[in-house]
């Protein structure tokens, strides 16, 4: 458990390396100042060294990724991994949609070694941290939906912002959730009476409340709690033409918070998510047109805000979402098959196969908008790479849209041959020859998400004190050019040649070697005011008693289900 790595071009935005050759020592699963003349030494010469990827926003597991596999058994059939006898690996099979095993294996593949799932109903948040115990190697975490839970509205109709910030406190703690996820806000819920909001500041069914109000409420709660993560918002009116204007006017609400979190460093009140499906002009799908330019301008000017593009894969997915009507407008849109559950008292969500054919105008437009996103933002402290996976694509996609960021060739190559001519007419994608860097790579990929997550002090970086996750990629700098080079960028970012979980080789030239390791669960830990907690939990039992199908003290996720359990502690108000 003790090695030094020498040699390798470190690429490590959280401390300022960019490319130099640095030695990285390794204790005990941690980066230490140094090790003794014993340690093993690594030779990393021709190579590149980052911190493990992290992934702030995927969908690996959970009630609706698993309907999306039972939907789909074609999708399983893409992709199929068979065990290796007399081994610990095992099989598996999903190309947008991987099995448990399958999906840790082709993270730690590709050198990433945390991903979090971004939408975890919390009536089924068990469900949830049974499959994070059947996905080996990764970290992980999980987002509790509240953008359209019953309390959660009641509580800020009510204008009682301590009562929902108790509730919020409690539900995080019983979930054994990392952060407040707001999906369509009060458009789920319009969805249970046969509808959905459009905009802002129309008012739920029932309780009344607007997204403006759920947002800001909920933005309100975090900063009262203190959390890692600001609020992680999937905005109103997600992939309509026109959306844009919804879409900034989301951002604008928390524009005056302060950040407040007890544990990290992030500075922002917003984290908006997928933002590719969240910019787009027109006003139907013929005049549709891309609207990354306004988008990425906001951003720009703007401090108190990050994003993650949600980037288009060009390739035949599976979308899933608590947005349940967004997926019955795709479903009538595509004509294919459709899955919808409704989430008692809690959420919703739908399940649709999509087709994001190169041929195709639309798709290829929103291809172009995300990739505009990630060249007209500025700054990459302020972009995350995804693929809202599978929303968009698949996350073993991430090697090939790091090749597009990096060859402005091959995104020309893509729009004068392979890809519709919407693309070109509709974007300003053809106007834009930046190239990303490796550095800004190890940023998009690694210390912007492990920052804005408040796991920086641990993840995405190679300090002292960091966890041991490290990808080695077989890319000399001297010779490579990512520019002329895109396939050499995929296959490297697709196959490290070493990646080490907390210290531990996991990954030897693209293959598995240690099946059997397996990461943490965060969770945060929060107590904002045990008196008010107990007044607010007769609420919710007498809630339970009328309308639940479970019995309140089947609820809370117990210890037992986190064998890796890691919590952060939240505000702790006693």
């Known amino acids: 458990m003790e090695f030094i790595i020498k040699n390798g071009n470190v690429f490590d935005p959280l401390n300022k390396i960019d490319g130099d ?34 992934d702030p926003h995927t969908h690996i597991a959970g009630a609706k990724v698993n309907v999306g596999r039972m939907l789909r058994p074609e999708d399983s059939k893409m992709d199929t991994v068979p065990r290796v006898m007399g081994k610990d690996f095992r ?11 399958m999906t840790g294996y082709r993270y730690a593949q590709m050198g990433y070694t945390t991903a979090m799932e971004a939408a975890m109903p919390p009536l089924l948040a068990r469900h949830t941290h049974e499959e994070f115990h059947d996905t080996p190697i990764i970290d992980h975490g999980a987002f509790p939906l509240f953008g359209n839970n019953w309390f959660i509205m009641q509580y800020l109709a009510d204008g009682d912002i301590d009562k929902c910030a108790a509730y919020a406190s409690w539900l995080l703690r019983a979930t054994k959730g990392y952060t407040i996820k707001i999906v369509n806000p009060g458009g789920t819920e319009a969805w249970g009476w046969g509808g959905n909001v459009h905009g802002i ?18 933005a309100e709660v975090t900063e009262k709690l ?80 990050t994003i993650d593009v949600g980037q288009v894969t060009l390739d035949e997915t599976t979308t899933m979402t608590a947005d349940g009507p967004m997926e019955w407008d795709l479903h009538s849109l595509n004509g294919l098959k459709w899955a919808n559950c409704d989430v008692e008292l809690e ?22 908008i995300g990739l505009e996103l990630f060249l007209l933002v500025e700054d990459a402290d302020k972009i995350c790479l995804t693929t809202d996976s599978p929303n968009a694509g698949p996350f073993t996609r991430y090697p090939r849209v790091i090749s597009w960021l990096m060859s402005n060739k091959e995104r020309l190559n893509m729009m004068e041959n392979k890809v519709h001519k919407w693309a070109q ?16 790579i190890a940023q998009i990929s690694r210390s912007t998400p492990a920052t804005l997550l408040g796991l920086s ?26 520019s002329q080079s895109p396939e050499i960028i995929e296959n490297a970012f697709g196959n490290a040649t070493a990646v080490y979980k907390d210290g531990n080789l996991v990954i030897k030239n693209g293959d598995v070697v240690a099946p059997k390791v397996h990461g943490r ?54």
């Open 347 to 368: 959420t919703g969500s739908g399940v649709v196969p999509f087709i994001y054919s190169p041929k195709a105008p639309v798709p290829c437009v929103q291809w172009a």
């Open 457 to 482: 002090d641990w993840k995405g970086q190679l300090g002292v004190g960091a966890d041991a996750d490290i990808a080695i990629y077989d890319i000399n700098v001297d010779d490579v050019d990512p």
């Open 201 to 218: 500041h129309d008012p739920t069914p029932y309780f009344g409340v607007t997204g403006a109000e759920i947002i800001t409420g909920l």
């Open 21 to 54: 050759k640095v030695d990285i020592c390794v204790k005990d699963g941690k980066i230490v100042e140094s090790v003794s003349d014993n340690a093993e030494v690594i030779d990393a010469n021709n190579k590149i060294v980052m911190a493990g990827g992290v």
């Open 226 to 305: 203190r959390l890692p993560h600001s609020i992680h918002v999937h905005c109103n009116d997600l992939g309509h033409p026109g959306n844009w204007k919804t879409t900034l006017d989301s951002f604008d609400l928390v524009k005056g918070f302060k950040a407040n979190p007890a544990f990290g460093h992030r500075k922002t009140t917003i984290h908006a998510t997928h933002v590719q499906f969240h910019s787009y002009g027109g006003t139907n799908w013929r005049d549709f047109v891309s609207e990354a330019p306004k988008v990425a301008d906001y951003v720009n000017k703007n401090d108190h805000i």
């Open 521 to 574: 669960t965060y969770w945060i830990n929060s107590n904002y005011d045990s008196e008010l907690e107990k007044e607010v939990l007769q609420d919710v039992e007498g809630m339970f008693k009328q309308y639940y199908s479970v019995n309140f003290d089947n609820y809370p996720v117990q210890d037992n289900y986190l064998p890796h359990s890691t919590p952060i502690e939240g505000v702790m108000n006693d």
């Open 425 to 440: 007419k509709k974007s300003s994608l053809a106007t834009l020859d930046r190239e990303y860097s490796f550095y800004e």
């Open 91 to 101: 099989g598996g099979s999903g190309f947008s949609i991987p099995s448990t095993f």
